[in-house]
């Protein structure tokens, strides 16, 4: 097996063409644009003018493992006129979202043009640059994607905005763009097997949208070995969220959870770090919240040592990393079956239904007002983490990948 590893941005420090490189396995890696990379060093060099900052300050951390830089090839030109028609358009998310698939599109036609060397297989992200995808396909080339996200997603959130109108802005049909556009659901039509970060993904990939269950794999996600140096000294009833304060990850349930503990007496510290909009941060059902806004690592890392509890109410993600961080830290875990965790109900944390304020409450007060319990899911939490470190998600993606072979090709070898 000889993969081409297609991306768009910088997904997880660039690990999969690095497990793969480290086994074997890697013919080529396309990308649209790095920070040390080509051009990308020149354009990071600008970070200090301001038309270009925060494009800039974002790109320097697009940093290439050194063992793949050989096999790398970006397309630093399609990326800078993505950039410059982004920016003359960002306050239109329909415009915004066409100019999106374009760029896609350009980046597939161009990693063609590049070719295919030896390569047997093409690793694709959620069917990213699918013109690769369609050329990969006719060549006999197999195609494994991966499946990041729910793809349920964007009808479960078009539900839930009908539900809380005035919490988030309008956002277009991004359904009717696709149609309008003629564009083709490569990640289903071309794809010939699936990666899934959590059986909440396969689930959903195989019961709503038809893929065949016994071409999937669950590779949950990892986190750095670091976070284990972490001493957690937690204050009592501090309770952090970290994410993007929105409809998707659930922080209007975290709010009324907050509102209903605060009327029991129970006015614990609901800590929400990362953006959020006006329109969510001014909601008078948020009283009980207190943003922090977008936090730097070092800063974050106070604040998982300080917390006495993790919640994620999420109502779609893939395997939510904040998730592993927060069991690496000693953090016990209230969570959504939805985000795609590791965690155990009833023994890291609690697996609460989504969209169910009053459960999240009381798995919130049942940990905080049961000192005991919440220090015996402390250290199961640290205990959980421990298997589930970026080394191991190296080993159970290759693993995946060779059982796809042992089972359609009647291969195993690399």
């Given at each position: 097996m000889k993969f081409i590893v297609a991306q768009i941005g910088s997904r997880r420090g660039y690990a999969v063409p690095a497990v793969l490189e480290r086994a074997g396995m890697l013919e080529r890696f396309y990308t649209d644009m790095t920070g040390d990379f080509a051009f990308g060093r020149f354009f990071s060099a600008v970070r200090t003018q301001p038309f270009l900052a925060q494009s800039?300050?974002?790109?320097?951390?697009?940093?290439?493992?050194?063992?793949?830089?050989?096999?790398?090839?970006?397309?630093?030109?399609?990326?800078?006129m993505h950039a410059v028609r982004h920016v003359?358009?960002?306050?239109n998310p329909a415009a915004t979202f066409r100019e999106s698939i374009r760029f896609s599109d350009a980046l597939g036609r161009a990693m063609t043009r590049c070719g295919f060397s030896?390569?047997?297989?093409?690793?694709?992200?959620l069917g990213e640059c699918g013109p690769l995808l369609v050329a990969a396909k006719e060549r006999g080339l197999k195609v494994v994607s991966?499946?990041?996200?729910?793809?349920?997603?964007?009808?479960?959130l078009v539900e839930e905005r009908q539900k809380f109108p005035n919490w988030e802005p309008d956002v277009?049909?991004?359904a009717g763009i696709r149609r309008a556009l003629g564009n083709e659901d490569v990640l289903l039509t071309r794809s010939d097997f699936a990666i899934c970060p959590s059986e909440a993904v396969r689930d959903d990939l195989t019961e709503n949208f038809g893929f065949a269950h016994e071409r999937t794999a669950v590779v949950p996600y990892g986190m750095s070995p670091e976070l284990f140096s972490m001493r957690n000294q937690p204050v009592r009833g501090r309770t952090l969220f970290a994410g993007t304060a929105e409809l998707r990850k659930g922080i209007h349930y975290l709010a009324m959870a907050a509102e209903k503990l605060a009327r029991h007496g129970m006015k614990y510290n609901f800590r929400v770090a990362g953006d959020v909009k006006r329109s969510i941060a001014n909601h008078k059902q948020c009283r009980y919240l207190t943003f922090l806004g977008r936090v730097p690592r070092d800063e974050m890392a106070r604040e998982f040592a300080a917390s006495d509890i993790f919640v994620l109410p999420s109502l779609a993600e893939g395997s939510a990393?904040?998730?592993?961080?927060?069991?690496?830290?000693g953090l016990p875990v209230v969570t959504t079956s939805e985000a795609g965790s590791v965690v155990r109900d009833g023994v890291e944390g609690r697996i609460i239904p989504s969209r169910d304020p009053e459960t999240l409450a009381n798995a919130i007060a049942e940990i905080v007002e049961d000192r005991e319990k919440r220090q015996q899911m402390a250290l199961a939490a640290r205990e959980r983490a421990c298997g589930f470190t970026w080394e191991h998600y190296g080993e159970r993606l290759v693993a995946a990948l060779k059982s796809f072979a042992a089972r359609h090709d009647g291969s195993v070898s690399a």
């Open positions: 800039a300050r974002r790109l320097m951390g697009r940093r290439l493992p050194h063992h793949i830089r050989a096999k790398t090839t970006t397309f630093p030109y399609l990326r800078l003359t358009i960002k306050h030896d390569a047997t297989h093409i690793y694709s992200m991966e499946i990041y996200i729910l793809l349920s997603t964007e009808r479960i277009p049909d991004f990393e904040v998730t592993y961080e927060a069991l690496a830290c």
